[in-house]
């Protein structure tokens, strides 16, 4: 009794566990799940009129550089239909359904290779930006991020509640702006970004395929047509033959990268801790690991040859032997590369001008309108002087003024005054007047009069 009780709560725990993870619980029925993805795998009508349009905006996203138009481009993108199709139809042995998807893929690639090229050869903006320059480098983790962007497309759609999933696989597999930026490199005839982004392309759409082809065998759809063990044995080595061409390039340079990664790091730290001076301070470290250059720019008194000599003879323990070390000193003016200085000093100092320059510039503003309202109020004052004697002739001097009055709280309150002497003809219900029409005409509650028999 006492060994069978632990076996009961394991099977509990195993039932729970298979039951929360079960893909089969909220799978659509077969026939849904096929005319969603065929729907989808089709390029004629509307689908390469939006796919242009499409790669127009992720072309114009990449070359003005904002992520906000390129994540639209990803969102309207029909790209994924064919690529889904071709897995589900390799899945489930529907060879005729593969081939249509793969043509319509392949035409899909023609038509946005041309349109980016096009674009770009049209373009005044040449420059390449930094969401150009992200797609030409492929490394092992787009490889990750295709598998499992691809596996989530997958079952969103095979859900019976139709899923949202989509438009976030879409933007995380990113698989407009690589083919844009194979454009690019294609109209400037930069065949290194052509290549690199059109290998991540490619790593996309073959990782997307392969996802949704083992994604339809885990729900277990059913096989279109007989294949012999034989043939299906090819046919899935010939799958995972392409799968792993795809990636052992990624994984050589996701290598190289964890390196140049590695290495910039650690002759970031070197500098940080080596270059440490009462009288000379590091503006600016640029790192090339190609090279194996270590620039060093310094202002301040200059450090000595042998100063500089010992440092170098500190490279190889911290694991940067074989690298040179380049110093650009301010005192040395024979050495000094202008180019070397820190651009961010000089971005500071200009951001901070021109903040200084906008708060004078409000200050002065401020002090123009508050000039303006004094202007007018003086101009005012002979009218309203004039206006209150033309009611009551009998009345001596009028004064108006502007000042401050400050509470028991020590609150400050702007106060319009009006001073009348010889006002002792006045009734009390003149005088109530007289403060009524002083606050109507002056606009302010704060209004005061002062009356002086």
Not at 340 to 365: F, H, I, M, N, P
Request: aromatic share 8%; with cysteine; net charge neutral.
């Amino acid at each position: 009794m006492n060994q069978s009780m632990p076996r009961r709560r394991g099977s509990r725990l195993s039932a729970a566990f298979a039951e929360r993870f079960n893909l089969l619980a909220d799978k659509a029925p077969n026939d849904i799940i096929e005319r969603r993805i065929r729907e989808v795998v089709e390029l004629h009508g509307a689908t390469p009129w939006v796919l242009m349009f499409a790669i127009l905006v992720a072309s114009i996203g990449l070359n003005v550089n904002s992520i906000a138009v390129i994540i639209g481009a990803m969102l309207i993108s029909p790209l994924m239909g064919p690529i889904m199709g071709v897995g589900h139809g390799i899945a489930v042995h529907d060879f005729a359904l593969a081939r249509r998807a793969m043509k319509n893929l392949l035409v899909s690639t023609v038509i946005g290779l041309l349109v980016s090229a096009l674009y770009f050869m049209l373009t005044p903006l040449s420059e390449a930006q930094s969401e150009l320059l992200a797609r030409t480098s492929p490394t092992i983790w787009d490889v990750l991020i295709a598998l499992f962007g691809g596996m989530a497309g997958i079952i969103g759609v095979t859900r019976e509640e139709k899923s949202a999933v989509i438009p976030g696989v879409a933007i995380a597999t990113a698989l407009m702006p690589p083919l844009c930026t194979a454009g690019y490199g294609l109209a400037t005839g930069q065949w290194n970004y052509f290549g690199g982004a059109f290998y991540l392309y490619s790593i996309n759409a073959v990782f997307i395929a392969l996802a949704t082809f083992i994604g339809i065998r885990l729900l277990r759809l059913p096989y279109h047509a007989f294949v012999d063990e034989r043939t299906e044995r090819r046919m899935r080595r010939a799958i995972w033959t392409v799968a792993l061409a795809t990636t052992i390039p990624s994984l050589y340079l996701a290598t190289l990268m964890v390196k140049d990664e590695l290495y910039k790091s650690r002759a970031s730290q070197f500098v940080r801790s080596e270059f440490v001076f009462k009288d000379a301070y590091v503006v600016d470290t640029r790192v090339d690991p190609t090279t194996r250059r270590i620039d060093v720019s310094l202002i301040g008194n200059p450090i000595s040859k042998g100063t500089l000599a010992m440092i170098e003879g500190k490279l190889a323990v911290a694991g940067l032997d074989g690298s040179r070390l380049q110093l650009h000193q301010s005192g040395e003016y024979e050495k000094v590369d202008v180019t070397q200085l820190r651009a961010g000093v000089l971005s500071d100092l200009y951001k901070q001008s021109q903040e200084t320059l906008a708060a004078k510039d409000r200050q002065l503003e401020e002090l123009q309108a508050s000039l303006r309202a004094s202007q007018r109020f003086a101009l005012q004052a002979k009218d309203m002087a004039d206006e209150l004697r033309a009611q009551y002739p009998g009345l001596g001097e009028v004064t108006l003024s502007q000042g401050v009055a400050i509470d028991a709280d020590g609150e400050r309150l702007p106060v319009s005054q009006l001073t009348v002497t010889g006002a002792g003809t006045l009734e009390p219900s003149e005088r109530e007047r007289v403060q009524a029409w002083f606050k109507v005409r002056s606009k302010a509650e704060t209004a005061r009069v002062l009356f002086e028999d």
